[in-house]
């Protein structure tokens, strides 16, 4: 069963750049993953310093290999870095 990956990351006001610039990679790497249907990083118009994406996997097993990828795990680590929390993810099956 097809799954969505919500991710929300609050970016400390001083980091946007930083973390925007890595962003383009890192969606081009993960479009390229197996079972990856669409996948799209967002900024917020009303809140400048929220960020979030949306990843449509084939099933859970896609989305989990997509959590355990270098690109993933090098992003987390970014995330990590530059929000002022750890991002939160929600997970929600799609039929």
């Known amino acids: 069963m097809p799954v969505l990956v919500l991710v929300e990351l609050r970016l400390k006001p001083t980091k946007r750049q930083e973390i925007m610039a890595s962003v383009p990679a890192f969606e081009a790497a993960t479009r390229q993953e197996a079972g990856c249907l669409a ?3 967002m ?5 400048v ?3 979030c994406s949306v990843g449509r996997w084939k099933d859970r097993m896609s989305a989990q290999a997509h959590q355990e990828a ?3 795990v090098a992003m987390i680590d970014v995330a990590l870095e530059h929000g002022t ?3 939160r993810f929600t997970v929600v099956d799609v039929g």
């Open 70 to 72: 270098d690109h993933t």
């Open 85 to 87: 929390d750890a991002p």
């Open 39 to 41: 996948f799209d990083v």
């Open 43 to 47: 900024y917020s118009s009303t809140d």
């Open 49 to 51: 310093d929220l960020m």
